[in-house]
């Protein structure tokens, strides 16, 4: 079996690659290379599961990042157990035509209770008390001290939030990605995998928060290169075949589409109101939107208004289409997770989970950094308010507060959706903003399904 080191750069698209990418573009001279026709929803949880299963939502069943329980009523984004992927992954595959096959998970997503050898992911702790550690969590439980005597803490603050991507007291626009980096290469001194899965989610943040045609971005270009260069230099010198690939390209935005406004709007969502506070009941709603960049879950409880949700959602500005049960079948959707409808927005849209005609009454929760509570996927998180005065004297204080022991709410987050410029989950129009891959191997088209992707990691450690 080779040894192959799969870099994840998410984001990345052909429109990118170029005078601030040095590295990357003499990858793109060299190997092959081919967009890739992006996953549906092209969302992070949906496009690894096509690459590591080499199948679609409809039978892996990660239709988002995120979908509603209908046992439990609830909306559930960004769980880590690998036990939610309903299909057999490429290492277990790979491990029972050789038992010698090792696997490293670096970031990738469902890292937990895999099949894989070692595996690191972002997971704070929640003391009784309600306080919250930032920190990883690791199989096997010793590679997490052994990781942070060596890397030092990980940058939690800078993966995600309004730290990540931008110079700030708590590290570097890149930290996490350099810290990520650091970790595959420490397991592949300290283990070697066959296959090592490493995640650099370096140029997402800023792709979301400014827009892909931003001038800035190409200091994120420059960034992201610098660091995989580095790493294709030191997987060369190990003897390790790296392959780049990435989940989706992200697109200029300029609308957000409020969706579960519009149901409000037309009665069809129960709202409960606790501590003065507006949140949704979702189990008691005719009809709520599940919503994630630019792809939303449309839960009907109310089979009798299905065919109006249906205009009323394709009537809303910004929607571009509205898939049935017929074309979630053609799609590959066709999971009990899903939506009983699905909107997806246009190009230039994408859909907010906000449910409150008044910022007074929205949760508590929307102004904060807390991407489990929020029943949708919200990169207003990339942002400040920029109304608080002063916000990051607030945010000392706040962090003050905690070191104190006192509970406090880090609540400075904006309500304002117009500040996000770039977004993804719908299939662009343009190949140059599709994900793409890059190969010293020959690639098996000069476009690839996502669900190619799980051959070409396959052959690649197999010829």
Not at 199 to 204: E, R
Not at 252 to 263: C, M, T, W
């Amino acid at each position: 079996m080779n040894r192959i080191a799969v870099l994840n750069v998410v984001g990345l698209s052909d429109r990118h690659i170029g005078p601030h990418t040095p590295r990357l573009a003499e990858l793109r001279r060299r190997w092959h290379h081919a967009p890739i026709d992006p996953a549906i929803p092209a969302v992070t949880c949906t496009a690894q599961a096509d690459y590591l299963t080499g199948r679609r939502p409809g039978e892996h069943g990660i239709v988002a990042n995120g979908w509603y329980d209908r046992s439990l009523a609830e909306v559930h984004f960004w769980k880590q157990s690998n036990h939610l992927v309903q299909a057999p992954k490429i290492w277990d595959e790979l491990k029972a035509r050789d038992p010698r096959f090792t696997c490293a998970k670096m970031f990738w997503w469902y890292n937990m209770y895999s099949g894989a050898d070692w595996s690191v992911t972002p997971r704070p702790m929640y003391p009784a008390d309600g306080r919250k550690f930032f920190d990883v969590y690791s199989w096997p439980y010793d590679l997490r001290p052994a990781l942070k005597q060596a890397l030092g803490d990980f940058p939690f603050p800078t993966f995600w939030g309004p730290a990540a991507g931008v110079q700030s007291p708590q590290g570097a626009p890149d930290a996490a990605t350099r810290w990520i980096a650091g970790s595959a290469k420490w397991i592949e001194q300290q283990h070697s995998p066959t296959l090592n899965l490493v995640y650099l989610p370096h140029l997402d943040y800023n792709l979301q928060r400014l827009g892909p045609n931003h001038p800035a971005i190409a200091d994120d270009l420059r960034r992201i290169d610098a660091i995989v260069g580095d790493l294709l230099d030191f997987f060369a010198s190990r003897g390790v075949r790296p392959i780049l690939l990435s989940e989706y390209g992200i697109t200029p935005v300029s609308r957000p589409v409020h969706l579960n406004r519009v149901f409000r709007e037309r009665g069809w969502i129960t709202l409960k109101e606790e501590l003065g506070l507006e949140l949704p009941d979702i189990g008691n709603s005719k009809a709520f939107a599940v919503v994630d960049h630019q792809v939303a879950h449309l839960v009907v409880n109310d089979p009798s208004i299905r065919d109006e949700v249906r205009e009323v959602v394709l009537a809303t500005p910004g929607v571009a289409e509205v898939f049935g049960p017929a074309d979630k079948r053609i799609l590959g959707l066709d999971h009990p997770r899903s939506g009983d409808l699905i909107a997806v927005a246009h190009e230039d849209a994408w859909f907010t989970y906000y449910h409150w005609l008044d910022d007074a009454k929205a949760p508590d929760f929307a102004r904060c950094v807390d991407i489990h509570r929020k029943p949708g996927y919200d990169p207003v998180e990339l942002f400040l308010d920029p109304t608080i005065p002063a916000v990051k004297l607030k945010i000392l204080w706040r962090l003050l507060q905690k070191k104190l022991g006192f509970r406090m709410l880090m609540d400075v987050i904006p309500l304002d959706a117009t500040l996000v410029k770039g977004s993804h989950g719908a299939r662009p129009s343009s190949q140059l903003d599709w994900p793409l891959i890059l190969s010293e191997q020959r690639l098996p088209g000069p476009t690839l399904r996502s669900t190619d992707v799980y051959g070409v990691l396959k052959s690649a450690v197999l010829d």
